[in-house]
């Protein structure tokens, strides 16, 4: 059994910063990628971003230009610099690892961006 454990949400002003980690807690082979959801009270849950075991990444448009994602292979640990933050980035943020044939999800944390 892996479990994520994720660290770094908070309370933040708008055009603030914050940090999300997220690491696997034993090492995992085979993953095909890392990445971040979230997910706003009476929404869906939405990709932020992902990146693969390759370095390759994707982002949501609403985040482009002010998030980044990047990870360390060797801690199994997927990272989220978020810049310019805005009250609509407000959600729960969601870690997750896929494999071949199975997903994890980490537990979330609360990002919240007040006005």
């Known amino acids: 059994q892996v479990q994520l454990v994720e660290s770094g949400g908070g309370l933040v002003q708008a055009g603030g910063s914050l940090r999300l980690s997220c690491a696997a807690s034993?090492?995992?082979?085979?993953?095909?990628?890392m990445g971040w959801y979230r997910q706003a009270p009476g929404k869906q849950r939405e990709l932020v971003a992902q990146?693969?075991?390759?370095?390759?990444?994707n982002y949501a448009d609403s985040v482009k230009g002010r998030f980044t994602i990047s990870r360390d292979n060797a801690k199994n640990t997927v990272y989220l610099q978020m810049n310019s933050l805005k009250p609509e980035d407000t959600a729960v943020y969601y870690c997750?690892?896929?494999?071949?044939?199975?997903?994890?999800w980490g537990q979330g944390t609360q990002v919240t961006v007040s006005s």
């Open positions: 997750n690892l896929i494999l071949i044939t199975y997903t994890y």
């Open positions: 034993r090492n995992i082979f085979n993953i095909k990628s």
């Open positions: 990146i693969t075991t390759g370095g390759s990444t």
